[in-house]
Structures are given as structure tokens and as C-alpha cells.
């Protein structure tokens, strides 16, 4: 089994990492993709979405997948819709409160995010004790909110 992501696991969380590990052990999957939740990763997904429904507001969630599948977009399919993250992601399911699933997926993406926000505050930190300026002020400081913000909603300490 490979790991399609090269990077590997985008979590920390070593009882998930051995999840993941004792059920491919089990399921000897071809390979295994870690969703990166990168933006641009999500863009191409979006505008395949939002192309494909501009010329076909009709198509079902039957047709989408499979239209996904086809085009270059199935490991992420698979990877979302699999029965572990079905599971254990509720708001993923079929049938599931439309705001459950914006709450869900608003959720997920703040995780996978959260690394990228820590580098970018880090480098702003650095920045800024090099140079003391206005700008470099500027800069570091809406970081910072956003952290606290996103720390607050998530129930966790700020700072």
C-alpha cells in the first residue's frame, strides 16, 4: 500500500494515523489519500462543482460522483464519501440538515487549515522581531485574530 499524498498524514493525532494504519492492514487498499484541504486542491473541486451544475442544474448526486470519478477527482470522492468518514463525520451523510453540513464541513476546513495558520503566524513572529515596523505589525496582527477567533469558536485557549 502506498500513500498517495506524499507528504503523508496531515494530522498529528497518532490514534487516528493507527486507525487509518490497522484498517488498510485489514481493507489492502491500492493506496491511501490524504485529503490536503489546500485551497487549491478545494478550488478545482469547487469549479468542477459549479462547472458541471451550470450545465446541468438538474444532475443528481448519482451523476456527480460518477462525473467526479471519471474526471480526475476520485480519490477525493472516495476519500470523503467512504464509509469510516460517513461514520464518523454525520454531517456527511445523505439526508443530513443542510446547516449540519456547512457547520461539518466549515469544521473540517478549519482543521486541515489550522497548520497553515501556525507557519504563517510563526513567520510573521519572526518577521517582526527582525523588524519592528508598522508593517510588518500589520501583518502579523490579523493572524493573530484569526487564530483567536478560530480558538474561541472551537472552544479552546486563546493565545
Given at each position: 500500500?502506498?500513500?498517495?499524498?506524499?507528504r503523508?498524514?496531515?494530522t498529528?493525532?497518532?490514534?487516528?494515523v493507527?486507525?487509518?494504519?490497522?484498517?488498510?492492514?485489514?481493507?489492502?487498499?491500492?493506496?491511501i489519500?490524504?485529503?490536503?484541504?489546500?485551497?487549491?486542491?478545494?478550488?478545482?473541486?469547487?469549479?468542477?462543482?459549479l462547472?458541471?451544475?451550470?450545465?446541468?442544474?438538474?444532475?443528481?448526486?448519482?451523476?456527480?460522483?460518477l462525473?467526479?470519478?471519471e474526471?480526475?477527482?476520485?480519490?477525493i470522492?472516495?476519500?470523503?464519501?467512504?464509509?469510516?468518514?460517513l461514520?464518523?463525520?454525520?454531517?456527511?451523510?445523505?439526508?443530513a440538515?443542510?446547516d449540519?453540513?456547512?457547520?461539518?464541513?466549515?469544521?473540517?476546513?478549519?482543521?486541515?487549515?489550522?497548520?497553515?495558520l501556525a507557519?504563517?503566524?510563526?513567520?510573521?513572529?519572526?518577521?517582526l522581531?527582525?523588524d519592528?515596523?508598522?508593517?510588518?505589525?500589520?501583518?502579523?496582527?490579523?493572524?493573530l485574530?484569526?487564530?483567536?477567533?478560530?480558538?474561541?469558536?472551537a472552544?479552546g485557549?486563546?493565545?
Amino acid at each position: 500500500m502506498k500513500t498517495a499524498h506524499s507528504r503523508g498524514p496531515l494530522t498529528r493525532n497518532i490514534h487516528l494515523v493507527k486507525w487509518v494504519e490497522k484498517t488498510a492492514e485489514l481493507t489492502k487498499p491500492k493506496d491511501i489519500h490524504w485529503v490536503d484541504g489546500s485551497q487549491a486542491e478545494y478550488d478545482k473541486l469547487c469549479h468542477e462543482i459549479l462547472r458541471l451544475h451550470a450545465l446541468n442544474p438538474d444532475l443528481d448526486d448519482t451523476a456527480l460522483k460518477l462525473h467526479l470519478r471519471e474526471n480526475g477527482f476520485d480519490r477525493i470522492v472516495q476519500g470523503v464519501l467512504s464509509p469510516q468518514v460517513l461514520t464518523h463525520a454525520a454531517f456527511a451523510r445523505a439526508g443530513a440538515d443542510a446547516d449540519a453540513v456547512r457547520m461539518g464541513w466549515a469544521d473540517t476546513r478549519d482543521q486541515l487549515q489550522q497548520p497553515h495558520l501556525a507557519t504563517q503566524i510563526a513567520e510573521a513572529v519572526r518577521d517582526l522581531a527582525a523588524d519592528t515596523t508598522n508593517e510588518t505589525w500589520t501583518r502579523l496582527h490579523p493572524l493573530l485574530e484569526q487564530k483567536m477567533d478560530d480558538d474561541g469558536a472551537a472552544g479552546g485557549d486563546v493565545g
